[in-house]
C-alpha cells in the first residue's frame, strides 16, 4: 500500500542530513582529484609512465567499491556516523603516505587508505543512510548527496593546480589532508543520528506462489544485468576525469586551462544532477540511465574528434551535463525493483561494480596512452564500452515496459 502524505518520513532534517552528506562527499572526495591534476608531475618522477599514478586513481576507485561492502554492514550495526569519521581519518593518512612518492606508497596510500577504508566507509553507507531518510523524493536526494564527487571535480582541480604550482603535489596532499579531517569529523558527529523507521515493502510477485521476481526474471539475473551494465557506462565516464588535464597539455593547452575544463566538466555534472535526479522521480531509475548513458556515448564520441580550446570546453560541459545522472538513477533503480531490506547489500555491491569501471576506465586510459603515444585509442575504447551499457539497460527498460503492457 502506498503511504498517505501525512504518514511520509521526509521532514526538514532530512533535507538537512542530506545537505551535510553532500558536503562530507564533497570533502572526501576532493583527495582523488589531486592525482589527476599533478598525473604528469607524478609521471615525471618515473620515467614519465602515466599508468602509474593513473593506477593510483583506478585503486582508489575500485577499493572504493570493495571496502562499501564491508563498511556499510559496519555502518547497519554502529551507525554510519562511526564509519564516516572513521574513513574521513583514513583518507587523511592515505594523502600523507601518498606524499611519499610513487610507485609503492602511492598506490598504498590511494588503494587501501584512501579507497578501502576511507571513501569505503563513507560513499556506500552515504548512499544507504540518506535513501534511509527519504520515500516521495528519494530520487531528487540521492542525486543530491551523489553530486559530491562532482562538487569535489568543479571545486577542487583550479585550486589543486595553484597549489600544486606553489608548494608541489607532496605538500597539497598534506594540506588536504588535514582539511578534509577539520571538516568531515565534526559534521559527522553533529548531524548523522540514527534515521527514520521504515516500512519494508512485501516481496513482490508475478503470480501466487511465485516470489522473488523481478522482471519476471529470477532477481540475480536482474542484478547481475545491471551491474554488469555499470562497469560499462563508468569505463568511459573516467576516461575524460582522469585524463581531460593531460590531454590538454599535449595539445599544447596549458595545465590551468585543462584544470577549468574539468571544472567546467563536473561543475554542470553537479549542477546538472538535481535535474535528473527529478527527471528520475518522474520516469524512473532505468529510464534515466539510458537517456543519461545515450548522452555520455555522443559527448565521449566528440573527444576524438575535437583538438580546440573552445571545443573542448564544449564537449568538456556536454559530457559533464550526460553523465551526471547514471549512478544516482541505478541506486534509485535498485530501489524500486528490489525489497528495502536489501539495500544494506544490493547498493554497495552495485556501486563496487562502478568503482570496477571507473578504475578500469583511469587505468586503461593511461595504459593505452603509453603503448600508442596518443589519446584516441583509449577513447575509442570508452565509446565501445558505452555502445554495449545501452545495449544492456536497452534490453532492462524494453523488459520493463513489456510487462507493464502485457503482464
Not at 598504498?108 to 543512510?129: E, Q, V
Not at 551491474?227 to 588535464?245: D, E, N, S, Y
Not at 556536454?318 to 547498493?347: H, K, M, Q
Amino acid at each position: 500500500m502506498l503511504r498517505s502524505p501525512s504518514s511520509s518520513i521526509e521532514s526538514r532534517a532530512s533535507w538537512v542530513v542530506a545537505s551535510v552528506a553532500l558536503c562530507i562527499m564533497g570533502m572526501s572526495f576532493g583527495a582523488a582529484w589531486i592525482t589527476a591534476v599533478a598525473l604528469k608531475d607524478i609521471a615525471a618522477e618515473v620515467g614519465g609512465i602515466r599508468s602509474i599514478p593513473a593506477l593510483a586513481s583506478a585503486l582508489a576507485w575500485l577499493c572504493a567499491g570493495v571496502g562499501g561492502i564491508v563498511m556499510s554492514r559496519i555502518a547497519d550495526r554502529i551507525g554510519t556516523r562511526w564509519t564516516v569519521m572513521f574513513g574521513a581519518l583514513m583518507i587523511g593518512a592515505g594523502l600523507a603516505l601518498s606524499a611519499f612518492g610513487p610507485p609503492w606508497p602511492l598506490w598504498i596510500g590511494h588503494g587501501l587508505f584512501i579507497g578501502l577504508i576511507g571513501i569505503g566507509g563513507i560513499n556506500a553507507p552515504m548512499y544507504i543512510y540518506v535513501s534511509r531518510w527519504f520515500d516521495r523524493r528519494r530520487g531528487s536526494a540521492l542525486a543530491l548527496i551523489s553530486s559530491g564527487s562532482y562538487l569535489a571535480g568543479a571545486l577542487w582541480p583550479p585550486v589543486f593546480e595553484r597549489m600544486i604550482a606553489y608548494a608541489g603535489w607532496r605538500q597539497t596532499m598534506l594540506w588536504y589532508a588535514l582539511a578534509e579531517i577539520v571538516v568531515i569529523v565534526p559534521l559527522a558527529a553533529i548531524y548523522f543520528r540514527h534515521p527514520p523507521e521504515v516500512v519494508y515493502p512485501a516481496v513482490t510477485s508475478d503470480r501466487a506462489g511465485q516470489k522473488a521476481r523481478v522482471l519476471g526474471w529470477p532477481p540475480n539475473v536482474v542484478f547481475a544485468l545491471m551491474c554488469g551494465a555499470a562497469v560499462l557506462c563508468c569505463i568511459p565516464m573516467a576516461m575524460p576525469q582522469g585524463h581531460l588535464v593531460a590531454f590538454c597539455s599535449d595539445l599544447g593547452i596549458a595545465r590551468s586551462v585543462g584544470a577549468l575544463m574539468l571544472s567546467v566538466l563536473l561543475g554542470t555534472a553537479f549542477l546538472s544532477r538535481q535535474i535528473w535526479g527529478a527527471i528520475s522521480d518522474r520516469i524512473g531509475g532505468l529510464a534515466t540511465v539510458l537517456i543519461g548513458s545515450a548522452w555520455q556515448a555522443a559527448a565521449m564520441t566528440s573527444f576524438l574528434f575535437t583538438r580546440d580550446e573552445v571545443g573542448l570546453f564544449t564537449v568538456a560541459a556536454a559530457f559533464g551535463l550526460g553523465f551526471s545522472g547514471i549512478i544516482p538513477a541505478y541506486v534509485l533503480a535498485l530501489r524500486e525493483l528490489f525489497p528495502a531490506a536489501e539495500a544494506s547489500w544490493r547498493i554497495p555491491t552495485l556501486l563496487l561494480f562502478s568503482g570496477l569501471g571507473m578504475a578500469s576506465g583511469g587505468w586503461l586510459a593511461g595504459l593505452l596512452y603509453d603503448h600508442y603515444g596518443y589519446y584516441a585509442p583509449a577513447f575509442a575504447t570508452g565509446v565501445g564500452a558505452n555502445l554495449l551499457n545501452l545495449l544492456v539497460v536497452g534490453l532492462l527498460v524494453a523488459r520493463r515496459r513489456y510487462r507493464a503492457a502485457y503482464v
